[in-house]
T-cell receptor
Framework: QKEVEQDPGPLSVPEGAIVSLNCTYSNSAFQYFMWYRQYSRKGPELLMYTYSSGNKEDGRFTAQVDKSSKYISLFIRDSQPSDSATYLCAMSARGGADGLTFGKGTHLIIQP | DTAVSQTPKYLVTQMGNDKSIKCEQNLGHDTMYWYKQDSKKFLKIMFSYNNKELIINETVPNRFSPKSPDKAHLNLHINSLELGDSAVYFC??????????????FGPGTRLLVL
């Protein structure tokens, strides 16, 4: 079993839809959770950062962490064609002292 | 005012050669990392340095040697390049002392192709 599981997609939705992206993980020591967006041939861009369980909202993006289920989610409201990218979940146990463990990424396509 | 920069962006070389990739960050962070993204787009940690000291060294062939001349720079030297080293290499940095400890900021990547 991989440490972090993420459906690679592609996930195709119409513009304006709410997008739900998810990851599951097996290591209960993880307590720092991040979502990155990666456009083709670019570096990962940090979107959301969450420590431990709970919700965090930033504009159209909401991140949720459920440590009891080892499940994290990213919601994108009012999706735009410019949101089309690969979304990577990442996590670590000890914050900056650790490298991040990434999911394989979900390829998201927003259709105009 | 690029936060994390890498040079070169592209590197095409022959098997057996030695090459270096450079990384610089102007964020004032004290921890820097190297990641490898393979052809299936999977990102994996290779090394991390904190204040010029190696703190993470994942299972990476010893042909790969990181060097940190100061806390704003982390270079990656690769000896005797092999076909399987072809990948995109990303540098990242973080500042563990901040409230968003663990959040890492990535450079644009260096695309290495070994022929």
């Amino acid at each position: 079993q991989k440490e972090v599981e993420q459906d690679p997609g592609p996930l195709s939705v119409p513009e304006g839809a709410i997008v739900s992206l998810n990851c599951t993980y097996s290591n209960s020591a993880f307590q720092y959770f991040m979502w990155y967006r990666q456009y083709s041939r670019k570096g990962p861009e940090l979107l959301m950062y969450t420590y431990s369980s709970g919700n965090k909202e930033d504009g159209r993006f909401t991140a949720q962490v459920d440590k009891s289920s080892k499940y994290i989610s990213l919601f994108i409201r009012d999706s735009q064609p410019s949101d089309s990218a690969t979304y990577l979940c990442a996590m670590s146990a000890r914050g900056g002292a650790d490298g991040l463990t990434f999911g394989k990424g979900t390829h998201l396509i927003i259709q105009p | 005012d690029t936060a994390v920069s890498q040079t070169p962006k592209y590197l095409v070389t022959q098997m057996g050669n030695d090459k270096s990739i450079k990384c610089e960050q102007n964020l004032g962070h004290d921890t820097m990392y190297w990641y490898k993204q393979d052809s299936k787009k999977f990102l994996k940690i290779m090394f991390s340095y904190n204040n010029k000291e190696l703190i993470i060294n994942e299972t990476v062939p010893n042909r790969f040697s990181p060097k940190s001349p100061d806390k704003a720079h982390l270079n990656l030297h690769i000896n005797s390049l092999e076909l399987g080293d072809s990948a995109v290499y990303f540098c990242a940095s973080s500042y563990p002392g901040l409230a968003d400890s663990g959040a890492q900021y990535f450079g644009p990547g260096t695309r290495l192709l070994v022929l």
